[in-house]
């Protein structure tokens, strides 16, 4: 079955830096658009960045310039990596992918606290 797993997720200052990165299995990985999404306290579940199949990248304006996804085909894994982190950021991280259905990893949490 399918089984995405994030890790990476943390405390960082403002203005700091993470990554977090998602495994996936049970899916032919190379074949499918793969999205980070977050979810913060009180607030509804919304698409950070997207990554197609040919590494075309979009993503929501409040990260754009200060978020990167990337994707390694070989490792089966999705990156994201963020920079100039601002309180704003603070969520559960979760990564998603459409194969049939919706499938997506149990969240990694992201705290920008001083």
């Known amino acids: 079955q399918v089984q995405l797993v994030e890790s990476g997720g943390g405390l960082v200052q403002p203005g700091g830096s993470l990554s977090v990165s998602c495994a996936a299995s049970?899916?032919?990985?190379?074949?499918?658009?793969m999205d980070w999404y977050r979810q913060a306290p009180g607030q509804q579940r919304e698409l950070v960045a997207r990554i197609t199949r040919g590494g075309s990248t979009i993503y929501a304006d409040s990260v754009k310039g200060r978020f990167t996804i990337s994707r390694n085909n070989a490792r089966n894994t999705v990156y994201l990596q963020m920079y100039s982190l601002k309180f704003e950021d603070t969520a559960v991280y979760y990564c998603h992918v459409k194969s049939g259905g919706d499938y997506w990893g149990q969240g990694t949490q992201v705290t920008v606290s001083s």
């Open positions: 049970g899916i032919i990985f190379s074949i499918y658009a």
